[in-house]
Nanobody, 114 residues
Framework: EVQLVESGGGLVQPGGSLRLSCAASGFTFSSYAMSWVRQAPGKGLEWVSG????????SYVDSVKGRFTISRDNAKNMVYLQMNSLKPEDTAVYYCRAGGLNYWGQGTQVTVSS
């Protein structure tokens, strides 16, 4: 079965950093583009970042450009989101998604607060 397991979230102060990880299984990971989406309290889902299957092309929502970096390790079936200079508005549950697959993990909570 398809599994997406997010981890790495936590409570950090504004300006801090976190590295989120997503462990994928149950599909040919290296054939799929991957993305991170998030849902802030009281808000809808927001696409944050994407990376193509080979890892050579990345994209970001404007609000995180220059602060977040998506990457993947196809040998480990892992995708990452390095988040620097975190802001309170980054507070959300972050989910990893595989393009074209309708599966969701439990997400990982990121809370940015002083």
């Amino acid at each position: 079965e398809v599994q997406l397991v997010e981890s790495g979230g936590g409570l950090v102060q504004p300006g801090g950093s976190l590295r989120l990880s997503c462990a994928a299984s149950g599909f040919t990971f290296s054939s799929y583009a991957m993305s991170w989406v998030r849902q802030a309290p009281g808000k809808g889902l927001e696409w944050v970042s994407g990376i193509n299957s080979g890892g050579g092309s990345t994209s970001y929502v404007d609000s995180v450009k220059g602060r977040f970096t998506i990457s993947r390790d196809n040998a480990k079936n892992m995708v990452y989101l390095q988040m620097n200079s975190l802001k309170p508005e980054d507070t959300a549950v972050y989910y990893c998604r595989a393009g074209g697959l309708n599966y969701w993990g439990q997400g990982t909570q990121v809370t940015v607060s002083s």
